[in-house]
């Protein structure tokens, strides 16, 4: 019983993990007053027919804090590629000059600051759902071990370090939260 509850605890830290780095990625599509590569990082273009990351078909870079850059391999895709950026939601306006798309990046109002600071804390939340949803599936699981056999104690001690691992998860997505949302209040 021992094995499967420490099997529990390593799958639960395994379920925290991807929920951490779920939350990074998301927090890294929010920006913060200067231009950056990441923040097209979710947009598809339309390569032949099948969906396809932008990073696949172009490159992305900055020119300065201000402009971003997207040169596609082909010629014939800076129109998708101008489409996928339009249609992914970012708030960036693509400019064609012939050879690749001009992006910049308009700086932050203090309004636009606080309502991208409240988008970074409702990530937070949701990666906070995303851990107790983990915890229950832990918790219930020694339930049922429990029900099987497991002495009270031992299940009392799965629980105590099930809670410990979640407060953990927590507090670091508290701090990375917290980290983003500085970094969008400085101007």
């Known amino acids: 019983m021992t094995e499967e509850i420490n099997m529990t605890k390593d799958e639960l830290k395994s379920a925290n993990d991807k929920t951490i780095s779920h939350l990074d990625s998301e927090l890294l599509k929010i920006r913060v007053g200067k231009a950056s590569p990441d923040m097209l990082h979710g947009v598809m273009v339309d390569y032949y027919g099948s969906p396809t990351p932008l990073q696949q078909v172009a490159n992305v870079g900055t020119l300065d804090g201000r402009t971003i850059t997207v040169q596609p391999w082909e010629k014939g895709l800076l ?61 219930d699981y020694v339930k049922e071990l429990k029900n099987e056999g497991l002495s009270e104690d031992m299940a009392k001690d799965a629980e105590s370090d099930i809670q410990a691992i979640t407060d953990k998860y927590t507090a670091m997505i508290d701090q990375r939260v917290e980290d983003k949302e500085k970094d969008i209040m400085t101007i």
């Open 79 to 139: 129109d998708e590629c101008s489409r996928g950026i339009i249609n992914s939601n970012v708030g960036l306006t693509p400019q064609d000059n012939g050879e690749m798309l001009i992006i910049n990046v308009p700086p932050l109002t203090e309004e636009r600051r606080r309502d991208l600071s409240k988008k970074a804390k409702a990530e937070g939340e949701q990666a906070k759902v995303g851990i107790r949803n983990n915890r229950k599936d832990a918790m």
